[in-house]
């Protein structure tokens, strides 16, 4: 018998135009704390999706060995019985139940046909004991922090006999303390045999938890670090998650001229009364004419959040700080004054916020600026018509007709249809959420080319960006943030992978 | 040959827009030949479709309503409510028809802006704040016609736009003249219309349909116009009734499908995040089509109330679920941004007809309910099945 617990082998997984894994190796010895890093994008979700059930047998190529038994998962209850448990970044506990409903939710104690309620209580007692939860089972979990919520998943996932245990990025919405406290329970299960399987960015907790570390990039394993070799360094995993070299996937672009600064943001914070925080805080910003701004940063850093409170607030932060355009201050209240003055936002979650998928191409060309295509209110359709081929030609938009719903094309098509969009306000700063995530490289290769068409008609880009090969090979300057602040401003010499990293894993 | 592929592919790629169309004219034929006749005959043609009206009306302004995901249960005893008041104003204080009606219009759009900034502002779910209107507005009725039970009204005028019809100048042949020249026009301006929109395409150098496929589409829409006038001629010519539905799904046709606004409409239940992204004022969309619905029950109300000649203490009862119903079979999709204002018409009269067909047919009421059911059951089961083709 092998001492592996959990062996992937050649795992490969394909989604419509994109490779997300191939040929991934990843092996769990028993009882040991195994950490999966890479980049945004790298395929850690997607591997784990495949590992749980998510994406069903059949679906992906490869292997699955657990406990040295070929296994076919074709839903997630089957992995859950043969004792895999998973914890998701979103916590998927219910607010408004107690502690004992939750951990038990959906694997209900019974007597007979019935719930037994004392024996669910008793045994919740138990289990929150295991994770050393202070509080009655009775407690509602709204009434938890989200520490402690976190702790409540981890009891209903030991509560099905779990013995590999799956986090992903369970401390990405923790403060310090009860990030502590986790990783010391963690370890704890560590000693009762439980294996670990956790996905995180915050390299300092993965230096001080992990017994291996595997890197991902671009859907392959890079490769498997040994702590206890002491192989196990920020350095080492830096290197590794980044270590691709900037091909020419990124269009040079000649006689740069940069202007004057058309956008100023001094002592920019944004407070979200929902979350009841800050998202933005006090970032200090500009963008010239003529000039590609990067923003790097990890996923939850307040790249978005930023985005979002200079195009007209749509999410109604409280705004402080002074923004200036042109040198005069502004103060956009809807998204339409923000149009108006020159912004256009292309969003991150182009399904889900950017398009109207049920519409054609046309339709959703004209939708930022039907001024555009009208007089007096009355719309004029072969002028709709006729701008949107020459969107569809100049964006090198792939699709039999313009009457093409756009929720059937791909990615990168509708990627582009969503930049069309923009454009067609003739906005003077872009702002690019995420531009290339989900599509091809070839396609990537035909954005790049349009944002550089663009910066030399003299428009100037914001670019957001999880991918760091993208920043850097774009960009002319760039910010990286972390936890909604600007944790530094780097130029082009100063800028590598590992400085930017560094900045953003604080 | 050329020209029935072309025939083929135009019907498959809009067989979610025909679909209805198909629907209603197998409806009408099966009900034609099973009374011989006597379902397409003239007088049975006219008292179905102003038998359709108030409800027509209802389901136009529900398709913009269910466009933008919401619903709007208090439109049935709203327009019996403001139906009830045209009768006050018109028996017992003397205002004139002409006051009476541009005021109880007012009044709807009033009380549906209300609706729209409970439900856009407030935030309360559409169906609870409308059920709660259509509570509040059932009270209302009762309470105004508590003292003097049914009103009945005497005003010739205000009874005409429920029973009465379009003179008709002089009769030829026993046929209603005003009835077949308004509907010659009708038929002139159809054709002006989509030649002139062919045109205009071409000097922008687009692909149009093939020249024989036109004409046969202009022949074929001209005849259908010219055969319902033709029957509605035979009988007392067009109704006022009818002329008011024409003249709303034309304004309502128009306002969807050619203006900014109704771009807006559909943008904002297609997606509605994205919509305020795109600089769209989410709520003031909603306060429009709220608004709109209000105005539309206000038109349903005085519709009803005179094709009575009088006010109820029922009346509007069920009217809402009617509309709702005739919007689905009309092609409204409940997911959001999809349905036509053209579609809640072509609904509202297939309910009518499938009701008038089955009277004529001697069809006991409880049938009649439970075949209704499974008409509207059916439409959208035939709109999911085709969306799913489409996806």
């Given at each position: 018998?092998?001492?592996?617990?959990?062996?992937?082998?050649?795992?490969?997984?394909?989604?419509?135009?994109?490779?997300?894994?191939?040929?991934?190796?990843f092996?769990?010895?028993?009882g040991?704390?195994?950490?999966?890093?890479g980049?945004?994008?790298?395929?850690?979700?997607?591997?784990?999706?495949?590992?749980?059930?998510?994406?069903?047998?059949?679906?992906?190529?490869?292997?699955?060995?657990?406990?040295?038994?070929?296994?076919?998962?074709?839903?997630?209850?089957?992995?859950?019985?043969?004792?895999?448990?998973?914890?998701y970044?979103?916590?998927?506990?219910?607010?408004?139940?107690?502690?004992?409903?939750?951990i038990?939710?959906?694997?209900?104690?019974?007597?007979?046909?019935?719930?037994?309620?004392?024996?669910?209580?008793?045994?919740?007692?138990?289990?929150?004991?295991?994770?050393?939860?202070?509080?009655?089972?009775?407690?509602?979990?709204?009434?938890?922090?989200?520490?402690?919520?976190?702790?409540?998943?981890?009891?209903?996932?030991?509560?099905?006999?779990v013995?590999?245990?799956?986090?992903?990025?369970?401390?990405?919405?923790?403060?310090?303390?009860?990030?502590?406290?986790?990783?010391?329970?963690?370890?704890?299960?560590k000693?009762?045999?439980?294996?670990?399987?956790?996905?995180?960015?915050?390299?300092k907790?993965?230096?001080?938890i992990a017994?291996?570390?595997?890197?991902?990039?671009?859907?392959?394993?890079?490769?498997?670090?040994?702590?206890?070799?002491?192989?196990?360094?920020?350095?080492?995993?830096?290197?590794?998650?980044?270590?691709?070299?900037?091909?020419?996937?990124?269009?040079?672009?000649?006689?740069?001229?940069?202007?004057?600064?058309?956008?100023?943001?001094?002592?920019?914070?944004?407070?979200?009364?929902?979350?009841?925080?800050?998202?933005?805080?006090?970032v200090?910003?500009?963008?010239?004419?003529?000039?590609?701004?990067?923003?790097?940063?990890?996923?939850?850093?307040?790249?978005?959040?930023?985005?979002?409170?200079?195009?007209?607030?749509?999410?109604?932060?409280?705004?402080?700080?002074?923004m200036?355009?042109?040198?005069?201050?502004?103060?956009?209240?809807?998204?339409?004054?923000?149009?108006?003055?020159?912004?256009?936002?292309?969003?991150?979650?182009?399904?889900?916020?950017?398009?109207?998928?049920?519409?054609?191409?046309?339709?959703?060309?004209?939708?930022?600026?039907?001024?555009?295509?009208?007089?007096?209110?009355?719309?004029?359709?072969?002028?709709?018509?006729?701008?949107?081929?020459?969107?569809?030609?100049?964006?090198?938009?792939?699709?039999?007709?313009?009457?093409?719903?756009?929720?059937?094309?791909?990615?990168?098509?509708?990627?582009?249809?969503?930049?069309?969009?923009?454009?067609?306000t003739?906005?003077?700063?872009?702002?690019?959420?995420?531009?290339?995530?989900?599509?091809?490289?070839?396609?990537?290769?035909?954005?790049?080319?349009?944002?550089?068409?663009l910066?030399?008609?003299?428009?100037?880009?914001?670019?957001?960006?999880?991918?760091?090969?993208?920043?850097?090979?774009?960009?002319?300057?760039?910010?990286?943030?972390?936890?909604?602040?600007?944790?530094?401003?780097?130029?082009?010499?100063?800028?590598?992978?590992?400085?930017?990293?560094?900045?953003?894993?604080? | 040959?050329?020209?029935?592929?072309?025939?083929?592919?135009?019907?498959?790629?809009?067989?979610?827009?025909?679909?209805?169309?198909?629907?209603?004219?197998?409806?009408?034929?099966?009900?034609?030949i099973?009374?011989?006749?006597?379902?397409?005959?003239?007088?049975?043609?006219?008292?179905?479709?102003?038998?359709?009206?108030?409800?027509?009306?209802?389901?136009?302004?529900?398709?913009?309503?269910?466009?933008?995901?919401?619903?709007?249960?208090?439109?049935?005893?709203?327009?019996?409510?403001?139906?009830?008041?045209?009768?006050?104003?018109?028996?017992?204080?003397?205002?004139?028809?002409?006051?009476?009606?541009?005021?109880?219009?007012?009044?709807?759009?009033?009380?549906?802006?209300?609706?729209?900034?409970?439900?856009?502002?407030?935030?309360?779910?559409?169906?609870?704040a409308?059920?709660?209107?259509?509570?509040?507005?059932?009270?209302?009725?009762?309470?105004?016609?508590?003292?003097?039970?049914?009103?009945?009204?005497?005003?010739?005028?205000?009874?005409?736009?429920?029973?009465?019809?379009?003179?008709?100048?002089?009769?030829?042949?026993?046929?209603?003249?005003?009835?077949?020249?308004?509907g010659?026009?009708?038929?002139?301006?159809?054709?002006?219309?989509?030649?002139?929109?062919?045109?205009?395409?071409?000097?922008?150098?687009?692909?149009?349909m093939?020249?024989?496929?036109?004409?046969?589409?202009?022949?074929?829409?001209?005849?259908?116009?010219?055969?319902?006038?033709?029957?509605?001629?035979?009988?007392?010519?067009?109704?006022?009734?009818?002329?008011?539905?024409?003249?709303?799904?034309?304004?309502?046709?128009?306002?969807?499908?050619?203006?900014?606004?109704?771009?807006?409409?559909?943008?904002?239940?297609?997606?509605?995040?994205?919509?305020?992204?795109?600089?769209?004022?989410?709520?003031?969309?909603t306060?429009?089509?709220?608004?709109?619905?209000?105005?539309?029950?206000?038109?349903?109300?005085?519709?009803?109330?005179?094709?009575?000649?009088?006010?109820?203490?029922t009346?509007?009862?069920?009217?809402?679920?009617?509309?709702?119903?005739?919007?689905?079979?009309?092609?409204?999709?409940?997911?959001?941004?999809?349905?036509?204002?053209?579609?809640?018409?072509?609904?509202?009269?297939?309910?009518a007809?499938?009701?008038?067909?089955?009277?004529?047919?001697?069809?006991?009421?409880?049938?009649?309910?439970?075949?209704?059911g499974?008409?509207?059951?059916?439409?959208?089961?035939?709109?999911?099945?085709?969306?799913?083709?489409?996806?």
């Amino acid at each position: 018998m092998s001492d592996y617990i959990l062996e992937m082998n050649n795992i490969s997984k394909e989604f419509p135009g994109v490779k997300a894994l191939s040929n991934v190796n990843f092996k769990v010895r028993k009882g040991e704390i195994h950490c999966l890093v890479g980049e945004n994008g790298a395929g850690k979700s997607t591997l784990m999706k495949v590992l749980s059930g998510v994406y069903p047998y059949g679906t992906y190529d490869g292997d699955i060995v657990f406990e040295g038994k070929v296994q076919q998962f074709n839903e997630i209850t089957d992995s859950v019985k043969v004792g895999i448990g998973i914890i998701y970044q979103e916590l998927a506990l219910f607010p408004d139940l107690t502690v004992y409903e939750n951990i038990f939710a959906g694997n209900e104690l019974k007597k007979g046909p019935f719930v037994d309620w004392n024996k669910t209580i008793v045994q919740a007692t138990g289990l929150l004991e295991k994770v050393k939860l202070k509080v009655t089972p009775e407690t509602l979990i709204k009434e938890l922090g989200v520490g402690k919520q976190q702790l409540v998943e981890i009891a209903k996932a030991l509560s099905k006999d779990v013995n590999l245990l799956i986090l992903d990025e369970p401390t990405a919405a923790l403060n310090e303390d009860d990030s502590e406290n986790l990783l010391v329970l963690l370890k704890e299960l560590k000693n009762q045999g439980i294996s670990c399987i956790m996905i995180s960015h915050k390299l300092k907790e993965v230096i001080s938890i992990a017994d291996k570390v595997t890197v991902l990039r671009d859907g392959q394993t890079i490769c498997t670090l040994n702590a206890s070799n002491g192989e196990v360094s920020e350095n080492v995993i830096i290197k590794n998650m980044v270590g691709r070299d900037i091909e020419d996937i990124y269009p040079k672009r000649l006689n740069k001229k940069i202007g004057e600064t058309i956008l100023e943001l001094s002592d920019w914070t944004a407070y979200d009364s929902q979350l009841g925080r800050n998202v933005v805080k006090n970032v200090q910003l500009e963008v010239k004419k003529g000039e590609i701004i990067g923003i790097a940063g990890l996923m939850g850093s307040g790249r978005t959040e930023l985005a979002l409170s200079i195009f007209g607030n749509p999410k109604n932060y409280k705004l402080q700080g002074n923004m200036k355009m042109f040198g005069e201050t502004k103060e956009l209240k809807h998204t339409s004054e923000a149009i108006k003055a020159g912004i256009a936002y292309v969003t991150e979650d182009r399904k889900g916020d950017g398009l109207f998928l049920l519409q054609d191409i046309k339709s959703n060309v004209s939708a930022a600026h039907l001024k555009g295509i009208s007089t007096k209110g009355i719309l004029n359709l072969n002028e709709e018509v006729k701008i949107g081929t020459e969107y569809k030609d100049s964006l090198y938009i792939k699709a039999s007709s313009l009457e093409q719903i756009v929720g059937k094309l791909s990615g990168g098509n509708q990627q582009k249809v969503s930049l069309g969009k923009w454009l067609f306000t003739g906005p003077k700063i872009l702002i690019l959420d995420e531009p290339t995530r989900g599509i091809d490289v070839g396609a990537k290769f035909e954005i790049y080319t349009i944002m550089n068409e663009l910066i030399n008609e003299g428009m100037s880009i914001i670019m957001i960006s999880s991918e760091l090969g993208e920043v850097l090979g774009m960009s002319d300057r760039i910010y990286v943030m972390a936890e909604g602040s600007v944790k530094g401003e780097l130029t082009m010499e100063e800028a590598t992978q590992e400085t930017i990293m560094e900045l953003a894993t604080q | 040959m050329n020209f029935f592929k072309e025939a083929k592919a135009l019907v498959k790629a809009n067989i979610r827009d025909y679909g209805m169309y198909i629907a209603l004219i197998v409806i009408m034929l099966t009900f034609t030949i099973m009374t011989n006749g006597l379902f397409m005959s003239s007088r049975n043609i006219s008292n179905l479709l102003d038998s359709a009206g108030y409800i027509a009306v209802l389901a136009v302004g529900m398709t913009l309503v269910i466009v933008i995901r919401h619903i709007d249960l208090s439109v049935g005893f709203l327009a019996g409510f403001l139906g009830a008041i045209a009768a006050i104003f018109l028996t017992q204080m003397g205002v004139s028809v002409w006051i009476t009606i541009p005021v109880i219009l007012i009044f709807g759009a009033l009380i549906g802006l209300v609706n729209g900034v409970l439900v856009a502002k407030i935030g309360i779910p559409s169906f609870v704040a409308t059920l709660a209107g259509m509570l509040i507005f059932r009270g209302a009725l009762l309470q105004v016609t508590e003292k003097t039970g049914t009103i009945i009204i005497k005003d010739d005028q205000f009874n005409a736009i429920g029973n009465g019809f379009i003179p008709s100048i002089m009769q030829i042949n026993g046929l209603h003249l005003l009835t077949l020249l308004v509907g010659l026009i009708g038929i002139l301006l159809f054709v002006y219309n989509e030649i002139s929109n062919r045109r205009n395409k071409m000097t922008y150098g687009f692909e149009v349909m093939s020249s024989g496929l036109f004409s046969a589409k202009l022949v074929l829409i001209s005849a259908i116009i010219g055969y319902i006038t033709w029957i509605l001629a035979g009988y007392n010519g067009l109704s006022w009734t009818v002329i008011i539905m024409i003249v709303v799904v034309v304004i309502y046709h128009f306002l969807s499908s050619k203006t900014v606004l109704g771009r807006h409409i559909y943008a904002v239940g297609s997606n509605p995040e994205a919509a305020h992204l795109s600089g769209i004022n989410v709520q003031k969309i909603t306060y429009i089509v709220f608004g709109s619905m209000g105005m539309l029950a206000a038109l349903s109300g005085i519709l009803f109330t005179s094709r009575l000649q009088s006010a109820t203490t029922t009346a509007g009862t069920l009217f809402e679920l009617d509309a709702i119903a005739a919007a689905y079979v009309g092609g409204v999709s409940s997911a959001g941004g999809v349905g036509k204002v053209t579609g809640a018409i072509i609904g509202a009269i297939v309910m009518a007809s499938l009701s008038s067909g089955m009277n004529l047919l001697g069809v006991g009421i409880s049938y009649q309910y439970m075949i209704r059911g499974g008409v509207l059951a059916g439409a959208v089961i035939f709109d999911v099945m085709t969306r799913k083709q489409r996806a």
